[in-house]
């Protein structure tokens, strides 16, 4: 038996196996599931390179050696340990040579953070990062599937990186172009058969593998790796902040999703939940905090049903309260370190570091969550609450678990908890069977709420899904494109109103640097993440009075607000202060 098809089979025959699995390869030579069409031979290798790769692979590892592998449950290495490699590699050739990586980055927060995570492992093999595409060796692009939109940018990103490719001089090293995160998970072999100048698949949980599968790659073969995890968390590696300047990061705290909502392709792309350990993520933070970040947004798909099953002494603690009114599309789970723990915890390390964080779903948000969040100063008085309609109808035809009822309840009861908290939402219009009555009942929910910030979209129909093998996709596209603007007109005028509210507070905005629109305006971001735009001029320093200053990227300063849009405010600033000290002038 060849020994890729004993690595399929492990795959098939069992769970246990599937931890124990390298590769989804697609060779010239392997007679398997995966492909059995020639890939072309690339420009630069020679055969003999490809020979001597094909004869190492048919020596390599057996069925029998998965099986003797498998028999002994191993733990991962820790960061400081060092993974033998596979046995049809050598350690040196999975070393990246000082090869130059350019990464792009599409879609949500989690996928920034996954760039970060995939380039601290390609770093610490050798890889060089360039923000230059020209001089790149390697072109990693990490997607995103939630739309159809989504995918059809990468689809038109890839013609135009053929281009690159087909005009690389031959005196150079062939140029790679890896497809990674959630469109690599969802269409796989498509993308494989279908553009064949990409060399590369990683899904989601796969990046660990990234240095293989581009040694893989170097012998002229197609190599992928989309498997999904049960436990896959990255817990033990630190991402590396791509901007040298920033001053906030993303820091995740679990991966996957349980809900399940009709139309969402999440837990298809990026597996079952699963949390990091709570001491992973408090010693990220503390780095972080070291290295004088000024903010964090704890991350995740469901990133408040955070439950860490690690430590053996809390398995036993009963199940989290739900939101009033609101039902689970699962099993009520046991046991674990839930969100209000880590939200304390990490909010306790430094009083003077911003913490937010999303995506959170509405029924996990318990009284103890709600009441933390009053009462920590440094934990950002806004929440994400995504309804995504306003029809008690479609939320049920979209298994959201509660009607509008309810999420109208959640919101009261929120605002009454935490004076004058801030709140952003996501709509999606046109689903599956919705009327024009249940359009009118999402504008109405609009106007009632009068949200700081908002995500409206069209639906998009994703294949696995239960709305695609349960419901019709009916709502033609014109209509959709009509509901969706009206959406957006509802939302602006509110947000106005909302934010308008602003005018004459001051409040305390962290720098991040000059405006977009002019280098005589700094812009940063308030409590409820709004932005502030507001004059680069010298003030006092409250923490040192009679010293004039200069505001920077990652100070606190306190800036009275003069006006406001939807998305923006604008205003003058005050003095440079701490969080601390901003809790005695800021006047919301």
Request: aromatic share 6%; with cysteine.
């Amino acid at each position: 038996m060849h020994p890729l098809q004993c690595v399929l089979q492990a795959q098939r025959l069992s769970a246990p196996f599937t931890s124990m699995c390298w590769v989804l390869l697609r060779t010239c030579r392997a007679q398997s599931s995966v492909s059995s069409t020639p890939c072309p031979s690339p420009e630069g290798k020679s055969s003999e390179a490809q020979k001597d790769f094909s004869s190492r692979l048919a020596t390599g590892p057996t069925f029998q050696h998965f099986l003797r592998s498998a028999s002994v449950p191993q733990e991962k290495p820790s960061s400081s340990e060092v993974e033998d490699p596979p046995p049809y590699l050598s350690g040196d050739e999975l070393l990246g040579r000082q090869r130059k990586v350019y990464l792009e980055t599409y879609g949500c927060q989690m996928n920034v953070n996954d760039t970060e995570i995939a380039w601290s492992i390609l770093q610490k093999s050798g890889y060089l990062r360039t923000s230059n595409l020209q001089e790149a060796d390697v072109i990693l692009l990490v997607t995103c599937s939630i739309r159809e939109k989504a995918e059809q940018t990468i689809w038109n990103r890839l013609y135009q990186l053929k281009v690159l490719k087909t005009k690389r001089p031959r005196s150079r090293v062939p140029l790679r172009i890896g497809i990674l995160g959630c469109m690599a998970e969802r269409l796989k072999g498509e993308i494989l058969n279908r553009e064949k100048m990409v060399d590369l698949l990683a899904g989601p949980d796969a990046y660990r593998d990234l240095p293989r599968l581009l040694a893989v790659v170097e012998s002229g073969q197609q190599a992928a790796n989309v498997l999904l995890s049960l436990d896959e968390t990255y817990a033990d590696i630190m991402p590396v902040q791509t901007s040298p300047s920033a001053t906030s990061a993303f820091v995740s705290i679990m991966r996957g999703c349980d809900n399940m909502c009709s139309y969402c392709i999440v837990p298809f792309t990026r597996g079952r939940e699963r949390s990091r350990p709570v001491a992973s993520i408090l010693d990220e933070v503390r780095k972080l905090s070291e290295q004088g970040l000024k903010e964090v947004t704890l991350l995740g798909q469901n990133v408040n049903s955070f439950r860490d099953n690690s430590e053996v002494q809390f398995n036993n603690a009963g199940s989290a309260n739900l939101s009033r009114g609101f039902t689970t599309n699962y099993k009520p789970k046991q046991g674990g370190l839930r969100f209000s723990h880590l939200l304390d915890q990490v909010s306790r390390i430094d009083p003077e570091m911003r913490i937010r964080f999303t995506s959170p779903h509405p029924k996990d948000f318990p009284d103890e969550v709600l009441q933390l969040i009053r009462e920590r100063h440094n934990i950002c008085k806004q929440i994400h609450l995504p309804a995504q309609s306003g029809s008690s109808r479609v939320l049920d035809a979209m298994r959201r678990g509660y009607s509008r009822e309810a999420y109208v309840a959640l919101v009261h009861h929120v605002r009454e908890t935490i004076p004058g908290v801030s709140l952003s939402s996501d709509f999606i219009t046109g689903f599956c069977g919705e009327t024009e009555d249940d359009h009118r009942q999402t504008v109405s929910l609009l106007r009632e709420v009068q949200y700081n910030t908002g995500f409206l979209f069209a639906y998009s129909m994703r294949q696995k899904t239960r709305a695609y093998h349960r419901l019709t996709d009916d709502v033609p596209e014109e209509v959709k494109l009509r509901r969706l603007e009206e959406l957006i007109t509802v939302f602006r005028e509110e947000a106005s109103k909302a934010n308008k509210t602003s005018v004459g507070c001051s409040q305390l905005v962290l720098v991040e640097g000059f405006s977009k629109r002019s280098t005589t305006d700094l812009c940063g971001r308030n409590d409820a993440n709004l932005k502030v735009i507001f004059p680069d001029a010298e003030v006092e320093d409250i923490t040192n009075p009679g010293l004039k200053v200069r505001a920077q990227p990652g100070d606190y300063v306190l800036v009275k607000i003069t006006s406001a849009s939807s998305q923006t405010l604008k205003g003058h600033i005050l003095c440079r202060t701490t969080m601390k000290d901003s809790l005695t002038y800021c006047t919301t």
